[in-house]
């Protein structure tokens, strides 16, 4: 009860002191609405990120996974030699492995004639490679000479597919190649590719005619049932040559999270971007704190000569910023809210508002605030009875 009396009673003088001047009490939350937002977006640019680029190695339907050494990214692949992959299978635990072949190519909108770089990926269709229901059932469609199944999910400047293939309209170039589209299926863009189109290894080859069969850009390792992931990738990297690495299902997935967040300048924008918003919402409640305070310091020095200790008026200073921190975060959560649905609209991305973020954010709001908090609370000394009378 102690403890609560020694809070409440500032907290209350805190709350009538900001809702005595409204348009000051309106610019703090829009200061801290601003910040709240700001940062929002930012996280869910990233998480959005992150999301998108992995979401083709969580498609990948393999235990371990062969990459160069130089690779940066699934987008930005180094190809090495299939002999590579070709000699894991020497390992008893090993059961099957398939090759996987990336590259960046220009689409032909169908309808517009209109040319846009998607990801094109290649591989041998009967082993199912990626674990994606739609291209399973047209496999055997794909080993076709000339054919590839698109990602509806794709940005729309690639035309509506679907609808066009529904109108007889199946025809188009990819890399300046004719081919034919079987149907469409589901995986999701990301910041490196606005589409995807998938086909068989030979014509994979055919689209990219400089291209070597026998150099690949990722190498798919299914394992025996039961096996030791962990042992397995071990031993093969023993066996293979030091500039090929072997990575599990959860590595590789972090190897594309890593690029994005330290090797490509947007993961350090996104994280400056939010820094700022911080700095940007902790000025705003420090001028707005520090205003309150030189305001009423004449107030303040006569509660002081009335007996009120020092660390009174701290605890106020702490409880307008907590009051602050609440009231520009509640109104900044709904309307980031509606902001993520707008730019999921517009991006094409997934930007799910989590319990995590949602928690992530207010720790934030709250710390900025208190901060903004610690550095008004010098100005209290001003407060001195002696000084002021």
Partial sequence: MRIFNRWYFPARLAWRQLIHDKPKLIAAISGVLFACVLVFMQLGFKDSLYTSAASMPLKLDGDLFLIHQQSEALWR???????????????????????????????????????????????????????????????????????????????????????????????TEVNDYKVTILGVFQLGISFAADGNIVTSDLNFMRIFPNRNINEI??????????????????????QLNEFVKVYDYDQIREHERRYWENVA??????????????????????????????????????LKAMGYEHHYFIRMVFASAFILAILGFIPGLLLSNSLYDLAESQIFLPMPMTLEKIATVFAFILFMCATAGFLAIHRLKAANPADMF
């Fill in 265 to 302: 300048p947007i993961g350090f924008i996104f994280n400056f971007g939010t820094v700022m918003g911080l700095v940007v919402g902790m000025v705003i409640v420090y001028q707005i704190l520090f205003t309150e305070i030189t305001n009423y310091r004449f107030e303040f020095a006569t």
């Fill in 77 to 171: 692949t180094v190809q090495f030699e299939r002999s590579e992959l070709m000699r894991t299978l020497g390992h008893p635990a090993v059961t099957e492995v398939a090759p996987l072949y990336l590259s960046l190519a220009p689409f032909k909108n169908i309808d517009t004639r209109v040319k846009r770089t998607l990801m094109v990926y290649g591989y041998d269709p009967d082993i199912d490679l990626l674990d994606v229901e739609a291209i399973k059932t047209m496999k055997h469609a794909l080993r076709v000479k000339d054919t590839v199944m698109f990602d509806e999910y794709s940005r729309p400047e690639f035309g509506p597919v679907r609808d066009m293939l529904k109108a007889g309209k199946n025809r």
């Fill in 217 to 238: 850009d990722v190498g798919v390792i299914r394992l025996h049932p039961g096996t030791s992931v962990s042992q397995v990738q071990s031993e093969l990297r023993e």
